[in-house]
């Protein structure tokens, strides 16, 4: 089963910025669109945004549009979430998993499993 593998977490002070990256071993990426989810604690997973298999469609839920760009290196088989302008209610596990392709903001099915995430936490 594919399973992708989350990175570039960690504690950073409002504000700031942070640069997620999503990848996997044994698969190549560029026939799935990828969404990214995250999860704080006490709430359920969220979707952030999906990026089309090409890369050349983004989406983004309210909460992050403007803030967050979604993009891919197919070449290097990694997806990308940069983030800016982060604030402490982003403060979450995030998550990637690949799809057929996106609905809104969210991969309309899912192909791979729910792998570890990777934490990011905003807070001065």
């Known amino acids: 089963q594919l399973q992708l593998v989350e990175s570039g977490g960690g504690l950073v002070q409002p504000g700031g910025s942070l640069r997620l990256s999503c990848a996997a071993s044994?698969?190549?990426?560029?026939?799935?669109?990828i969404g990214w989810f995250r999860q704080a604690p006490g709430k359920e997973r969220e979707g952030v945004s999906c990026?089309?298999?090409?890369?050349?469609?983004?989406n983004y839920a309210d909460s992050v549009k403007g803030r967050f760009t979604a993009s891919r290196d197919n070449a290097k088989n990694t997806v990308y979430l940069q983030m800016n302008s982060l604030k402490p209610e982003d403060t979450a596990l995030y998550y990637c998993?690949?799809?057929?392709?996106?609905?809104?903001?969210?991969?309309?099915?899912?192909?791979?499993?729910w792998g570890q995430g990777t934490q990011v936490t905003v807070s001065s």
């Open positions: 044994g698969h190549t990426l560029d026939r799935y669109a």
């Open positions: 998993t690949a799809g057929p392709g996106c609905s809104g903001y969210v991969p309309s099915g899912r192909f791979s499993s």
């Open positions: 990026i089309s298999s090409s890369g050349g469609s983004t």
